[in-house]
């Protein structure tokens, strides 16, 4: 039997978040965990992209979370996202009526995701956006970015954070609107229009 002694790393059996994945896909994703905008509602944006590696390459077993401030820029304070049956612990989904600013999506086989979401509100001083940490294969730790929303230049001008990025990369950090309360927004992990990446401490 091999001695696991913690001063010798070799002898240290790899944790989970030291293994390459993907190990989420089974567990995390949940039915509806795109559709974060109650049904209806006249503020609802899509999202939608692609997450890509360092070649360009779409990556079809990520997983993205979202969470984003209501219209009001209030950050929601409401549980139900995953609700489940008090009586028999089954899977309920959303109520569809509640806003909980909270989704989950997985990209498809061709590496696309998308969410409905409500557009969020100015929070202080920052231009409204929706924080994003990003799961995939080859990552031993998640990533966290954000994505803005085009519409208001001046606002986007005079956000703490934007304005601390070189104006070269700041365009990967905001969306692209392809129709009204349409937009596009990719994830590059790597190499040439690497998306801003954030660290928090």
């Known amino acids: 039997m091999t001695r696991i002694d913690p001063d010798r790393p070799e002898t240290v059996r790899p944790t989970p978040s030291q293994t390459v994945g993907p190990f989420y896909g089974h567990a995390l994703p949940f039915p509806g965990g795109g559709d974060i905008a109650p049904l209806g509602h006249p503020d609802t944006v899509t999202l ?12 079809p077993d ?58 969020p509100g100015a929070r202080g001083r920052c231009a409204p ?14 990533l966290y970015t954000r994505i803005y929303l085009p519409g208001d230049e001046a606002a986007l001008a005079a956000d703490p954070l934007l304005s601390r990025v070189d104006p070269e990369r700041r365009a990967t ?6 129709h009204p309360a349409a937009y596009r927004f990719d994830i590059r992990l790597q190499g040439e229009g690497e998306t801003v990446f954030l660290e928090y401490q």
């Open 48 to 59: 939608q992209g692609y997450v890509l590696d360092g070649a360009g390459d779409p990556l």
């Open 173 to 178: 950090l905001i969306a692209v609107e392809e």
């Open 129 to 142: 956006y929706l924080s994003v940490c990003v799961f995939a294969r080859g990552l031993l730790h998640h």
């Open 62 to 119: 990520a997983l993205l979370e979202l969470w984003g401030a209501d219209p009001q820029g209030r950050v929601p304070r409401t549980d139900g996202a995953m609700r489940r049956d008090p009586a028999t612990g089954g899977f309920l989904g959303r109520n569809g009526v509640e806003f909980t600013g909270f989704g989950r999506v997985q990209t498809d086989a061709n590496g696309h995701w998308y969410a409905r979401t409500l557009r």
